[in-house]
């Protein structure tokens, strides 16, 4: 999203149906009262407003910055209607991260089985989504944006490479609570694989697996010949 973000042509919009996600699960996150009272929660609402959007502030692109897990008592008819990137994680390092805010996290709680099972009805579809893996991202950025951009048809720009070390106008108002540690950063920080797994998180990492290596087979792969 930052990395969007710091493109001229484009207008970010931060997780437009969290409030939605919120209301329909009644789960307990970090702020959901606030969330609650802030966004509107009426997921239809707020995706038929979002693709009647004529005015992007002079922009040309809508990049919304969506979590699977939100998609939950609401109609996918809208998705087509994009071109859709699916950005996987590493069970084996995104566990441990959702741990922090959510304990004892489940299998619904990464998305995972969701992202599968989406990707593959976009792409029936003739949609073509797009799978880019964070480790391949974090390995080369440039590489894997430039690709991403060829993909999308736009033109790959520099700025998407780094942002200042801030919080930023685009971020929703549950970004003090997740975000710390993206504030601190003013780039794509090099990957770096946790040293260790938490013993009580195997039997979930074991769910998540079979989903994350079917997506990360069909990822987006650092262009070796261009390094």
């Keep these: 999203m ?30 959901r009262k606030e969330i609650m ?5 009426d997921g239809r609402f707020v995706m038929d407003d979002l693709l009647k959007m004529n005015e992007l502030d002079g922009k040309k692109v809508l990049f919304l910055k969506q979590m699977t897990k939100h998609l939950v008592d609401i109609e996918y008819d809208f998705l087509p209607k994009f071109k859709n990137i699916f950005l996987i ?9 959702l741990a922090v805010n959510i304990p004892k996290p489940a299998l619904a709680d990464t998305g995972l089985d969701l992202q599968w099972k989406l990707y593959k009805n976009l792409k029936s ?14 390995m080369n950025p440039e590489n894997i944006l430039k ?27 549950w970004a003090k609570y997740w975000y710390q540690s993206l504030h601190k950063s003013n780039g794509f920080q090099s990957y770096q694989a946790k040293p260790s797994f938490p013993v009580e998180l195997k039997q979930i990492l074991s769910e998540c697996m079979p989903f994350y ?7 987006i792969k650092v262009n070796r010949e261009t390094i």
């Design 125 to 138: 579809l003739g949609n073509k989504p797009i799978v880019v893996d964070s480790r391949e991202l974090l």
């Design 37 to 41: 009272g802030t966004v509107n929660c």
């Design 89 to 97: 994680r590493d069970p084996k390092d995104m566990l441990p991260s």
């Design 147 to 173: 690709q991403l951009c060829n993909y999308l048809n736009l033109e790959f720009t520099h700025s998407m490479l780094s942002w200042p070390a801030e919080p930023r106008k685009e971020d929703g108002i």
């Design 2 to 31: 930052y990395s969007f973000a710091q493109r001229d042509d484009t207008k970010v919009v931060d997780e437009p149906l969290y409030g939605h996600y919120l209301l329909v699960t009644g789960i307990k996150h970090p702020g």
């Design 213 to 219: 290596e079917k997506l990360s087979s069909e990822a």
